[in-house]
């Protein structure tokens, strides 16, 4: 099946710093989506980003299909950007492991 | 519109024993996928169903089996409980392929 790696797995912030996630995946997809999950384990959609550049705010995200990753750019991080970031990939959802981001005020 | 809706949003069961969990889609939302998640791991993908038809299985013993309704809401069934069963079950709902899914809260499932 397809493979989905993630980096990095840990990465600490002061309040204010940009940060850049990344997917790799091991084979050509046409689903995507970034997740946060949350201390309490809800998993909130960032993007549904198969391909092209999306914007939502603070964070935006990049797909690179034909190169097989995505990257998720948070700018101007808060306390409130802790937790889990997901990249899943394919109709079934294949999961990275995901990156633990930790924001300190 | 609500969400997707999950129940019980906790559970704790004995081993052995049987386990039903319960899921809404969102209103339109044909397609209904179930997912475990243990501590400190990516989901993995247990189910998806669409239009009431099993549309793909991942790598689970027989004991899990599922089933989606004619109102698209859905059932994951686990039989003969074990330890390693205790985990997150997350239920997401898509209106259908090159969609986006939305997950709902999930239930978190304790075996003892």
């Known amino acids: 099946g397809i493979q989905v790696e993630q980096s990095p797995p840990d990465l600490i912030l002061q309040e204010g710093a940009n940060s850049t996630l990344r997917c790799n995946f091991s084979?050509?997809?046409?689903?995507l989506q970034w997740f946060h999950q949350n201390p309490w384990g809800q998993l909130i959609n960032l993007f549904y980003?198969?391909?092209g550049t999306k914007q939502n705010g603070r964070l935006s995200a990049t797909t690179v299909a034909t190169e097989r990753y995505s990257l998720l750019y948070i700018s101007s991080s808060q306390t409130t950007d802790s937790g889990v970031y997901f990249c899943?990939?394919?109709?079934?959802?294949?999961f990275g492991e995901g990156t633990q981001l930790t924001v300190n005020p | 519109d609500a969400g997707v809706t999950q129940s019980p949003t906790h559970l704790i069961k004995t081993r052995g024993q049987h386990v039903t969990l319960r899921c809404s889609p969102i209103?339109?939302?044909?397609?209904v996928s179930w997912y475990q998640q243990v501590l400190g791991q990516g989901p993995q993908f247990i189910f998806q169903?669409?239009?009431?038809?099993?549309?793909g299985r991942g790598n689970f013993p027989d004991r899990f089996s599922a089933r989606q309704f004619p109102n698209y809401s859905s059932e994951l069934n686990v039989n003969a409980l074990l330890l390693g069963d205790s985990a997150l079950y997350l239920c997401?709902?898509?209106?259908?392929?090159?969609?986006?899914?939305?997950f709902g809260s999930g239930t978190r499932l304790t075996v003892v």
């Open positions: 209103s339109g939302h044909k397609s």
């Open positions: 997401a709902s898509s209106p259908g392929a090159s969609y986006g899914y939305t």
């Open positions: 980003i198969p391909s």
């Open positions: 899943a990939v394919g109709e079934r959802l294949t």
């Open positions: 169903y669409y239009e009431k038809e099993e549309r």
């Open positions: 084979d050509s997809v046409n689903n």
